[in-house]
């Protein structure tokens, strides 16, 4: 079944075209990756599945229907989380509560019970934290849940917002570049993280230059090169197309 | 806890060391700065949107509270009630569109919000007295008027725990996570599902109807008012005070109040270079603890363990 379509999907920067009439189905269950040069448009394609952009043109349907949010808290209340390139972490709470923090949408409570900590919301709490708990153990942080997050080294980071996205419990979850910045032993971890999602059932979408990665985990590859879609498919099947070994695979073996 | 065990041990203490009833008032100017300042470092230290303007949320507290009490004849806990939901109501209004401003931006917005109501009052002499001031009625519990310092000052140490208790569970709740976290990254906050417009906008209402229910309370409390607290200058005052004392720590704003409003109160020299005064700490502050007094001390503290 389809979980995310996009059709005719587009958006420009004063003339610039960014990303151009694109259309794509995500399925449900599916890692789904993006790959392309630099500058092709696979992190604006992540914004504008955020809501961190709005789109010059173009539709999106979740599940079947109209995607009607806006702001990007809308479209993670529809389900869709992210993590971030360049990190966006909490970096003024400890790990936990940034994990905790992920979880805002599970966590409704009113001003008047926050200010005066009903013992209802004292237990939502506990639950919170244990949840939050087993997250950063899944992640493989549990050793830092209560460190400050700016103690926290790079590749810690990275894990933290892939716990963090999770905490939501999105059906659809984007990666951008998880691998980058990362060492060959930790970049396995990421893929072992990767196929864990996946054992959990949740849709992933991954924007990665780490070409082994992406070849390893996919089940489908969508290829874009200045802003358009260049070919999509299976990853034997994109890694044999002439095109993309031209635009992308073959200049990165030079 | 044990803060708040701590702070309510002070509040007990205190008197202990007040020798006569000028020593109760600087303390109860103390409490009633520092529950400004517990708000104010909501807004300030945990959801990171500066307020220039908070001065003004205190002159309509105590103006409002004032004209209501004395030119209407309201009693004057509803009179009370009302000011400091006019503050509320006025934060909201004007912040719905201010808070979609970051940064500089959003501090001179705050900044000219401020000094409009600082003018209103000034030059509106037929409500509010003008530049001269105006007395306003003592406070009233059910027909006993609330006169003297030492009951006062039990009034304000009560309030200041309870506020302090109300802000720690605020930041220990979701809602306070969601201020930290847009403070953190806006972005990232955002696609946690956090609506940041509207928590900002919470932090701001919130802290502006406490500044406005403290600014009623040193009205009746003092018995008469001038412009003089509803200034810009009062506004930079609250703003270092919470800076000083450590931005996203609610008993550093306690701490900030306290000694920045009393060390001009006890050192009479300082009076008429106060702003000096204040120019200077915030600048050390800056430059020496940039996170502020309480936050260094306490660093300080783990690293000797």
Known sequence: MSLLRAEGLAKEFGGVRAVEGLDFEIREGQVFSVIGPNGAGKTTLLNLLTGIYRPSAGRLWLAGRALAARAPHQFAAAGIGRTFQNLQIFFNMSALENVMAGRHLHERCGLLAALARTPRLARAERDCRRLARELLEFVGLAAYADAPADSLPYGALKRLEIARALAAEPRLLLLDEPAAGLNPSEIRGIDGLIQGLAKRGITVVLVEHNMKLVMGVSDHVLVLDYGRKLAEGAPEAVRGDPRVIEAYLGGAEH | ?305
Not at chain 2, 10 to 35: F, R
Not at chain 2, 99 to 123: D, E, P
Not at chain 2, 155 to 184: C, E, Y
């Open chain 2, 1 to 305: 806890m044990r803060g708040l065990l701590a702070l309510a041990a002070v509040v007990l203490l205190a008197p202990l060391a007040l020798a006569n009833n000028y020593h109760y008032e600087i303390a109860i100017l103390v409490g009633l700065n520092a529950i400004v300042c517990v708000g104010l470092n909501l807004l300030i230290g945990y959801a990171g949107q500066v307020s220039l303007g908070h001065a003004g949320f205190f002159g309509i507290g105590a103006y409002g509270s004032a004209i209501l009490a004395a030119r209407y004849g309201w009693p004057p806990l509803a009179s009370l009630a009302a000011a400091t939901a006019a503050a509320a109501l006025l934060a909201w209004v004007v912040g719905r569109p201010i808070l979609r401003l970051r940064g500089h931006y959003l501090a001179m917005a705050t900044l000219g919000l401020g000094i409009i109501i600082s003018i209103v009052i000034t030059t509106e002499d037929r409500y509010t007295g003008g530049p001269d001031g105006m007395s306003v009625p003592p406070l009233a519990l059910a027909g006993f008027a609330l006169s003297g310092e030492r009951a006062w000052y039990w009034l304000v140490g009560a309030l200041l725990v309870a506020t302090v208790w109300l802000s720690l569970n605020l930041i220990d709740s979701p809602v306070g996570r969601a201020l930290r976290a847009l403070h953190g990254s806006e972005v990232a906050a955002e696609v946690a599902g956090i609506d940041s417009a509207r928590h900002k906008l919470l932090a701001f209402v919130l802290s502006a109807a406490i500044a406005g229910l403290a600014g009623a309370l040193t009205a009746h409390y003092a018995g008469f008012i001038t412009p003089g607290k509803a200034t810009f200058l009062h506004s930079i005052e609250l703003v270092v005070m919470v800076v000083f004392g450590g931005m996203a720590s609610t008993f550093g704003a306690v701490v900030g109040a306290a000694v920045l409003t009393a060390l001009p109160q006890l050192l009479t020299v300082f009076k008429e270079y106060e702003m000096v005064v204040f120019g200077g700490v915030m600048m050390l502050t800056m430059i020496f603890m940039p996170t502020g007094l309480v936050p260094t001390l306490a660093m300080l503290a783990r690293r000797r363990r």
